[in-house]
């Protein structure tokens, strides 16, 4: 079953505005994760964020987290037309070996 | 360094054919991972290699799918016989150590999927 349930299903914008995407997920984490993935494309690894951490950043990306709501936000500034994609969370399985995958949002920045 | 490479990229086949992705992780990972993922969702596990072991295929629907890592480095993942709902895209991942977020690097690494429509 899905660990993480990514919100808005969809965003739209312009080139230059903040994106905002959401994540909850159900169980207890050691970290989450957050992939991209370009149509037609696998999935790209962005950034990851452990259980004792509440904010990363990587260049235009902001990552946050909040364990007491199990859940977590990913933040791309100024936007781009190629940062257009799905952008999915990822925790790991009970086990610890694998990733579970959310729904995704699919991001479309237009020009 | 190259990627984790699959094929073939695109597949059409009648429902109750049969059909095989191949896919070769990146050097030196130990471990291997098949997805899947159907249109418009994120990519379920259907199992997981750590070499040419199996760790988790609790997803996998043995009556229909199959996969074996022989050798401990290409992989192939079978479907006999297919039917309308495996329409998917397949994506393949390596990572470099046992499981991912367990030792070392906490990333893994997919190729471009292999997207296969049965008719």
């Known amino acids: 079953s899905q660990q993480g349930e990514e919100d808005p299903q969809a965003l739209s914008i312009q080139e230059g505005e903040n994106a905002t995407m959401n994540c909850s997920y159900k169980?207890?984490?050691?970290?989450l994760q957050w992939y991209r993935q370009n149509s037609g494309r696998g999935l790209v690894h962005l950034i990851l964020?452990?259980?004792?951490?509440r904010e990363k950043h990587s260049g235009r990306l902001r990552v946050t987290l909040d364990t007491s709501k199990k859940s977590s936000s990913l933040l791309i500034t100024a936007s781009r037309a190629a940062d257009t994609a799905s952008y999915f969370c990822?925790?790991?399985?009970?086990?610890?070996?694998?990733?579970?995958f959310g729904k995704g949002t699919t991001l479309s920045v237009s020009s | 360094e190259a990627g984790v490479a699959q094929s073939p990229r695109y597949k059409i086949i009648e429902k109750r054919q049969s059909v095989a992705f191949w896919c070769n992780p990146i050097s030196g990972h130990a471990t291997l991972y098949w997805y899947q993922q159907i249109l418009g969702q994120g990519p379920k596990l259907l199992i997981q290699?750590?070499?040419?072991?199996?760790?988790?295929d609790s997803q996998l629907p043995k009556d229909r799918f199959s996969a074996e890592r022989l050798k401990g480095v290409d992989s192939t993942l079978k479907i006999q016989p297919a039917k309308l709902e495996d329409s998917a895209v397949y994506l393949c991942?390596?990572?470099?150590?046992?499981?991912?977020?367990?030792?070392?690097?906490?990333?893994?690494?997919f190729g471009q999927g292999t997207r296969l429509t049965v008719v």
């Open positions: 991942a390596s990572s470099l150590v046992k499981g991912v977020g367990v030792f070392g690097p906490n990333e893994a690494f």
């Open positions: 169980t207890s984490i050691n970290n």
């Open positions: 290699f750590q070499n040419n072991g199996v760790v988790d």
């Open positions: 990822a925790t790991l399985n009970q086990a610890g070996t694998a990733l579970i």
């Open positions: 964020i452990r259980s004792n951490e």
